[in-house]
């Protein structure tokens, strides 16, 4: 196993533990749960996760859903300043989440702090489209008539990432879809609830900043694959982006499509890489 970075030479629980109360995630949350999360620089067991039940589970969707229905009446350049302060957040917490992406997932502090980067610079991405959400004016054969093309929100939009990428992806597609008047509900991989925990602290203070924002409008369920079928099999979820293995997305394809929810699937497979001696 290669050595621990630099920064990493202090017992790895320790350290998560003081980064986690420097975001703001309250030990209940971390400290006497069902899920050990281990840190693959050591095996250690680095944290002891609450887990999200089905019924809790099920009821953050129902916050969520009523959420969406007043968030998509917001005007977008006002949905955009949420996102303009989560990424404000975020600029201020990227060494401490950047570090704890490293000890969570194993990635160098260099990929752990470019990772936060990334949910940055899509928060500027989407500050910039909440004022270009535009429609089209289309001609139709009527006299005195005129087709305009509207954008609807769709509702609530599930979110499963996983663990190679463990704050980025729901970056990804959180940004895009606040600005775009949707809710988001997101189920982390169970090896990376800690970094999810942390995010999940961070857009609290974004929104308690921004001061209106209906509640529900962003939800954390920690857990396993159950968890995740809930996310998958809930008729008020309307679209649901899932990052994984091919062998989850053969199964959660279907089961979205058998309800006509509309996927994002990013799968593996598609990432080879060549191995040569030198």
Known sequence: MPDAPAS????????VDQLLQRLGVP??????????????ISGETIALARQTSSEEAKAAIGRAHAAHLAWRLVPAPRRGELVRLLGEELRAAKADLGLLVTLEVGKVPSEGAGEVQEMIDICDFAVGLSRQLYGLTIATERPEHRMMETWHPLGVVGV???????VAVWSWNAALALVCGNSVVWKP???????????HAIAQRALARFGDAPEGLLELLVGQRDIGEVLVDDPRVPVLSATGSTAMGRQVGPRLAARFARAILELGGNNAAIVTPS
């Open 27 to 40: 030990k209940s949350a971390y400290a006497d749960g069902e899920l050990a999360v281990r840190s693959p």
């Open 8 to 15: 990493t030479a202090a017992p790895i629980a320790a350290q």
């Open 189 to 199: 991989s169970e090896k990376t609830p800690l970094t999810a925990l942390a995010t």
């Open 160 to 166: 499963i990432s996983a663990f190679n990428f463990p």
